[in-house]
C-alpha cells in the first residue's frame, strides 16, 4: 500500500497563477480531507469529503476549491495563488466508521507564493 | 468552538531525560483526544489516542491519560531518544467532520 500520496512535493507560484495540488489514497477510505500548517497555528482544516460527489467547507475554504469524482482522489485546486496561500499542504484521509480523529496523512506539498 | 492548547517549544532535552509535553483543551460533551507526531520531511502519523475519561493511551513508550476533571492530555515518555525528534500535536476529535489542532511543540532531544 503506498497509503496517502501527493504532488508535487515543492511548488513556487507566482501572485494570481492557479494550480492543482493532487492527492491519493489507495485505502478505500471513504473520508479524505486537506489541511494547511503554518508556523505556531497547527494544521486548519480547508476542504473535506465524505464520499466521491460529496465535498464540504472546513475552517479556511476561501481561495480554494475541491471536487471528488473518485474514492481514490482529491485534488485541491487554487484559483488565483496569493502570498497568504504561502503554507505546507497536507492531505489525509480515514473511515468514516472507525473515527475520523484517526487519520493517515500524506508527505505534504510546501507552496510558496511570491 | 472547540480549541487545543499546547506548550509552545521547542523542548531541549539531553537523551534519557523524562518529557512532559503538556495539552489542555475546550470542548463540549466528550471528545476523543490523540497525539500525532511530524518527524522532519513527513507527514503527520498518529502515536496514541483515548476515547473516553481516565482512557491512557500508550505507543512507542510514550503515554498520556484523558483527565476530564482538568480537560488535559498530557504526553509523557520516561527516557527519550534521539530518534525521538519531531513537532508533536495534540488534537480532539468532537463530532462532525473536523480534527481540532493544537499549535505544535518541536522536541529536540541531544546525544
Known amino acids: 500500500n503506498a497509503g496517502v500520496t501527493q504532488t508535487p512535493k515543492f511548488q513556487v507560484l507566482k501572485t494570481g497563477q492557479s494550480m492543482t495540488l493532487q492527492c491519493a489514497q489507495d485505502m478505500n477510505h471513504e473520508y479524505m480531507s486537506w489541511y494547511r500548517q503554518d508556523p505556531g497555528m497547527g494544521l486548519r482544516l480547508i476542504h473535506y469529503?465524505?464520499?466521491?460527489?460529496?465535498?464540504d467547507q472546513g475552517e479556511v475554504p476561501n481561495g480554494y476549491n475541491v471536487s471528488r469524482s473518485t474514492t481514490e482522489d482529491f485534488p485541491l485546486r487554487l484559483l488565483s495563488a496569493a502570498p497568504s496561500q504561502t503554507s505546507v499542504y497536507f492531505c489525509a484521509s480515514s473511515r468514516i466508521l472507525a473515527g475520523r480523529g484517526e487519520q493517515y496523512f500524506g508527505p505534504g506539498t510546501r507552496l510558496t507564493v511570491t | 468552538g472547540d480549541s487545543v492548547t499546547q506548550m509552545e517549544g521547542p523542548v531541549t532535552l539531553s537523551e534519557e531525560a523524562f518529557l512532559t509535553i503538556n495539552c489542555t483543551y475546550t470542548?463540549?460533551?466528550?471528545?476523543?483526544l490523540f497525539w500525532y507526531v511530524q518527524y522532519p520531511g513527513e507527514g503527520l502519523q498518529l502515536l496514541l489516542k483515548?476515547?473516553?475519561?481516565?482512557d491512557k493511551g500508550s505507543n512507542k513508550g510514550f503515554e498520556a491519560t484523558y483527565r476530564k476533571e482538568t480537560t488535559s492530555f498530557h504526553l509523557e515518555k520516561g527516557s527519550v531518544q534521539v530518534s525521538d525528534s519531531a513537532v508533536y500535536f495534540c488534537?480532539?476529535?468532537?463530532?462532525?467532520?473536523?480534527?481540532?489542532f493544537g499549535g505544535g511543540t518541536r522536541l529536540m532531544v541531544k546525544p
Open positions: 470542548a463540549t460533551g466528550y471528545p476523543s
Open positions: 469529503s465524505v464520499g466521491a460527489g460529496i465535498t
Open positions: 488534537a480532539l476529535y468532537n463530532a462532525g467532520n473536523m480534527l481540532t
Open positions: 483515548a476515547t473516553k475519561a481516565d
